[in-house]
């Protein structure tokens, strides 16, 4: 019981201070995120006001294009605020909106609340969006106190992870303004936490409930693999273990890779056949628009971009420079060095670990975590490769595995060390508390 309670106010802690910190940053900042929050919105508010999917080669809505010209959102400087009818061809890929090749599970999820919070509180569409989706970042605070009391945190250093990775800038940039990048990352720790919660269930319950929501959070952004990989390495040491009295381990994998399989093929069923099937083919000018940008902007050659890509993983926590609110020193220099540390503790952890299917479920984790930081920008740039577009990569596309990987980072902390790690993270929450009613 008293573990049940220590949880559960870690949790609800967690949840009013990224709600704090969150819901600051939209009141005190007047910028937003430029790449392709226009479009995300887009694709929400659709939803939410007329109660339908939009089509997958929809131009942007007047709806979204009379809210953004009245903002300074990059691109929509040429658009008249207040004008009953926009010219499409004035906004960013001439109107055509880049989001809408997404599954709708991120958009009809947000798209909900927008609403309610729309009519309820009476706000603007665009204000109303914002804070519905700065739920999301609301829920990977929870689901990260989740996801680490599972892997055996004391409350302190449970609640510390939470905070410490909800304070990092690019978490917060990405968490309130219209996107569905931490979206996809709250989801995939819930994945990696219900599998981790269900151990006492059958194995078909275990799986069809973590595999399930590792799917929709690949549905909502692809990077989530990560949670699928965990869930696999999992299972595989659960089936290791219980497979008395001959234990093998190549016999153990069947179950992890025909889960792996199945989540494939539903991730390429849904994506790839139902949706066009639901919406129509995607818009080829969005694509072709932000193709011709991308590879006049980025480089092109493998070793180049593949070089790039790696680049970016000490800036994973970090926000653009061009952030007002996080565009200090210090403020710049602390989630450098979080990720810094981040990423050498699980590169330790793995390395002191046994093997895979031998290991506790931290170590699972962690290997997971690590494997996705250094393999993904490869696969990415294959499945960029394959499906004819240019090679682009960004820091935020690190976060699911950094997210993870942070997860880990104070197992096994001592109840003195434990308070060391809350007392840090606190600090760097207040301190970027601070950046956003100093700016």
Not at 103 to 121: G, K, N, Q, S
Not at 268 to 276: E, I, K, T
């Amino acid at each position: 019981m008293e573990s049940r309670r220590g949880t559960i106010l870690a949790a609800s802690i967690a949840a009013l201070l990224t709600a704090i910190l969150g819901l600051s940053f939209l009141a005190r900042s007047e910028f937003f995120n430029p790449f392709d929050e226009n479009s995300h919105y887009d694709y929400v508010v659709r939803i939410a006001s007329q109660a339908s999917l939009p089509p997958r080669d929809a131009a942007i809505s007047q709806q979204a294009l009379q809210d953004w010209a009245c903002t300074e959102g990059l691109g929509f400087d040429e658009l008249t605020c207040g004008a009953q009818v926009q010219d499409p061809a004035k906004a960013p890929w001439e109107g055509a909106n880049t989001a809408l090749r997404y599954f709708p599970t991120y958009y009809a999820l947000t798209a909900l609340p927008t609403r309610i919070i729309h009519d309820v509180a009476n706000t603007t569409w665009l204000d109303a969006a914002r804070i519905a989706t700065t739920g999301w970042l609301v829920l990977l605070a929870v689901g990260l106190v989740l996801l680490t009391r599972r892997l055996g945190m004391g409350v302190l250093a449970s609640l510390a992870t939470s905070v410490l990775v909800c304070s990092m800038p690019m978490v917060v940039v990405q968490g309130t303004s219209m996107n569905n990048d931490v979206a996809g990352v709250a989801i995939a720790v819930l994945a990696v936490w219900s599998w981790l919660a269900l151990t006492g269930r059958s194995t078909r319950t275990r799986l069809l409930v973590s595999g399930g929501l590792a799917l929709a959070a690949m549905t909502v952004k692809e990077n989530a693999v990560v949670a699928v990989l965990a869930i696999a390495l999992l299972e595989w040491g659960e089936q290791y273990r219980t497979s008395h009295p001959e234990r093998s381990a190549w016999r153990a994998l069947r179950l992890p890779t025909l889960l792996v399989t199945v989540i494939g093929a539903g991730y390429v069923l849904l994506l790839y056949v139902l949706d066009p099937l639901m919406r129509g083919p995607a818009s080829s000018a969005a694509e072709e628009l932000v193709a011709a940008a991308v590879a006049a902007a980025e480089p092109q050659q493998w070793g180049l971009a593949t070089a790039k890509a790696y680049n970016y993983l000490p800036y994973g926590f970090q926000s653009a420079g061009f952030i007002p609110v996080f565009n200090g020193a210090w403020a710049q220099l602390v989630p450098l060095l979080v990720t810094m540390i981040v990423v050498g503790a699980v590169v330790f952890q793995v390395m002191r670990s046994r093997r895979s299917w031998l290991t506790p479920a931290s170590g699972l984790v962690a290997q997971s975590a690590l494997a996705y930081l250094a393999a993904f920008p490869v696969m990415f740039f294959v499945l960029m490769k394959m499906s004819g577009l240019p090679l682009v990569f960004q820091p935020r596309y690190y976060l699911p595995g950094l997210v993870l990987a942070t997860a880990v980072l104070f197992v096994g902390l001592s109840r003195k060390w434990s308070i060391v790690a809350m007392t840090t993270s606190g600090a760097i929450y207040a301190f970027m508390l601070v950046q956003v009613y100093s700016a």
